[in-house]
T-cell receptor, first 112, second 112 residues
Framework: SQTIHQWPATLVQPVGSPLSLECTVEGTSNPNLYWYRQAAGRGLQLLFYSVGIGQISSEVPQNLSASRPQDRQFILSSKKLLLSDSGFYLC???????????FGEGSRLTVL | KNEVEQSPQNLTAQEGEFITINCSYSVGISALHWLQQHPGGGIVSLFMLSSGKKKHGRLIATINIQEKHSSLHITASHPRDSAVYICAVRGIYGGSQGNLIFGKGTKLSVKP
């Protein structure tokens, strides 16, 4: 069966520090991968998606970047965090060509 | 005006009650998703539908494409159903893969 793991679950970081959130999927090959952010009181917002290794599309210009170094690994990064980067970050995957999304457990980031 | 509107925003019910959560959208869609977000933050996909009705256990989702409206029903509600229920639509035209338009969610609390 397919599983998705995301870590760390909780992170408190000072402004200006770097960020790395990691997501891995098991039990499937060549999944589409996504990073979403959920800010307080707001709906989910797509940040990045990837249809293959090294292929990253950005939906919203911002302080974050994403990379896909391996087929089932998706990393969300920042060189210098801003206060506005605080939120709940969710990784998700889907089979290519289908719409159903499978979400990770989420990572709650607080930038102080 | 948001492209996806959910009602109510908050809902409190007694155990055993029949619950309805509504979702209206203003764009042409290829599919509509109902998601469940537990207090810890993890999200589970409940339904993906493009027409008619789907049932899974005590959950029923319906969609009326002409009226641009979907409902999620929970029969014989239970405290473990307490969660945020999120409606999301995938637009017909353009947009990136995975770029669902999300509602802000309905927070359901079922009291024993």
């Amino acid at each position: 069966s397919q599983t998705i793991h995301q870590w760390p679950a909780t992170l408190v970081q000072p402004v200006g520090s770097p960020l790395s959130l990691e997501c891995t999927v098991e039990g499937t090959s060549n999944p589409n991968l996504y990073w979403y952010r959920q800010a307080a009181g707001r709906g989910l917002q797509l940040l990045f998606y990837s249809v293959g290794i090294g292929q990253i599309s950005s939906e919203v210009p911002q302080n974050l970047s994403a990379s896909r170094p391996q087929d089932r690994q998706f990393i969300l990064s920042s060189k210098k965090l801003l206060l506005s980067d605080s939120g709940f970050y969710l990784c998700a995957w889907s089979y290519p060509g289908t719409g159903e999304l499978f979400f990770g457990e989420g990572s709650r980031l607080t930038v102080l | 005006k948001n492209e996806v509107e959910q009602s109510p925003q908050n809902l409190t019910a007694q155990e055993g009650e029949f619950i309805t959560i509504n979702c209206s959208y203003s764009v042409g869609i290829s599919a509509l998703h109902w998601l469940q977000q537990h207090p810890g933050g993890g999200i589970v996909s409940l339904f993906m539908l493009s027409s008619g009705k789907k049932k899974h256990g005590r959950l029923i989702a319906t969609i009326n494409i002409q009226e641009k409206h979907s409902s999620l029903h929970i029969t014989a509600s239970h405290p473990r159903d307490s969660a945020v229920y999120i409606c999301a639509v995938r637009g017909i035209y353009g947009g990136s893969q995975g770029n669902l338009i999300f509602g802000k969610g309905t927070k359901l609390s079922v009291k024993p």
